[in-house]
């Protein structure tokens, strides 16, 4: 009696069990379902038969082979739940699909090395160097190798000529930083250079001035002229600076500090003169009165320093910008000036009443003084 070995696979989550076993091989096989498959020592007798038995004739492409196995797996695969499922039968089927796999593949494979053939006697019919007029005379081999092998040297090609590219791009990119750092480094150097100078002028110039060197000057004290011909201006700008002076212009950022200037000077004033007004005691009432005109001026400073906020942003010169006027400090200020004021008359009210007394001890001096000489005269 022959025996076949059969092996029965099954996968469970993720492990597979493999069963082995040795049955007659005359035993009638049985569908099998629950992922197990059977195999079977059935082969087929020739080319011929494997044809037969998946219903096609020699000579057919791949797709039709696989479309015949795929309708003859729908009918007798034992998982398939069709009337005609027979396990023995999908066996001979499957073996009859790989036999024709095969016997295809292998005569695909001597078709190629004929071709090769015929190609390697073509080219050693032909002239060597005819071998390289084409594919810029890249490769060796076949007609066919040698486009394979041409192909891929473009695409290499291509690829060096893309990082030569991006190479190149970013050498200038640095060499325009490098540039640039550079020039912005010179421009540096000649600013502190430049300030540098201004700063040691500067320090010299106000050195002199301590020392009294400007006190003799011959134009010390009065105004410079007007149009003084200086080489350092053009004749263009000389004549529009004598023609906007002329009719009375001003810069805006002059014009506006001026106008700053006059304002804060107007409410330090005026708070003054409230504070005056309310005098002394200062009795709830007029507390009351104090506080509200405490709060229109702090509204007043904060539309103030607005303006001055505006000044800042148009005057050309960066130290003659302004800072901000505080309330606080601005009421303190007027409150210090007015006890400063009421003191000063307290002091001037005693020095009538003082004099009076001085006036009258020197009338008396002078009467006794008098009297004694008379005396001594007799």
């Known amino acids: 009696m022959e025996w076949v070995g059969v092996t029965l696979i099954k996968k469970v989550g993720c492990h597979v069990w493999t069963y082995r076993l040795m049955i007659p091989s005359k035993m009638r096989t049985f569908p099998c379902s629950d ?3 059977m195999l079977s020592s059935y082969k087929p007798k020739n080319i011929k038969d494997s044809y037969r038995i998946l219903k096609l004739q020699e000579g057919c492409s791949i797709d039709d082979i696989r479309n015949s196995f795929r309708n003859l797996a729908k009918q007798y695969h034992p998982d398939s739940g069709s009337v005609t499922a027979d396990s023995a039968t999908f066996m001979q089927i499957e073996e009859a699909y790989r036999t024709v796999l095969t016997d295809l593949s292998k005569k695909l494979k001597s078709r190629e090395d004929k071709e090769e053939e015929e190609e390697d006697k073509f080219k050693s019919k032909t002239p ?3 071998h390289y007029l084409s594919f810029e005379g890249v490769g060796f081999g076949t007609p066919s190798q040698r486009e394979r092998q041409y192909m891929q040297f473009r695409v290499d090609r291509a690829a060096d000529q893309v990082l030569e590219y991006r ?7 640095y060499t325009t930083n490098d540039i640039m750092i550079a020039k912005d480094v010179r421009q ?3 600013v502190k250079i430049t300030q540098a100078i201004e700063r040691l002028v500067e320090d010299l110039i106000q050195e002199s001035m301590a020392k009294g060197d400007f006190d003799n000057l011959s134009g010390k004290g009065k105004p410079l002229q007007k149009f003084s011909d ?3 201006i053009d004749p263009m700008t000389r004549n529009l600076n004598r023609i906007l002076i002329d009719n009375g212009y001003q810069p805006e950022w002059i014009l506006l500090q001026k106008e700053i200037r006059e304002t804060i000077e107007q409410l330090r004033r005026g708070i003054l003169a409230s504070r005056k007004k309310l005098g002394e005691p200062m009795t709830l009432c ?3 009165q104090w506080d509200h005109i405490c709060e229109q001026f702090i509204e007043d400073i904060k539309k103030l320093n607005k303006r001055i906020n505006d000044f800042n942003l148009i005057v050309p010169i ?5 800072v901000h006027f505080s309330a606080d400090k601005e009421i303190a200020r ?3 000036t007015y006890r400063t004021l009421m003191e000063e008359m307290r002091t001037s009210d005693k020095d009538p009443k003082e004099n009076e007394q001085e006036n009258v001890k020197l009338f008396r001096f002078k009467t006794t003084f008098f009297k004694w000489i008379n005396l001594m005269l007799r």
Request: proline share 0%; with cysteine; aromatic share 4%.
């Open 35 to 37: 992922n197990y498959r």
């Open 128 to 130: 060597q160097h005819r």
């Open 167 to 173: 190479k190149q791009k970013l050498e200038s990119q």
């Open 188 to 190: 540096s150097k000649k």
């Open 230 to 232: 200086c080489l350092h």
């Open 286 to 288: 007029r507390q009351k």
């Open 318 to 322: 960066l130290s003659r910008q302004m």
């Open 334 to 336: 007027a409150q210090k």
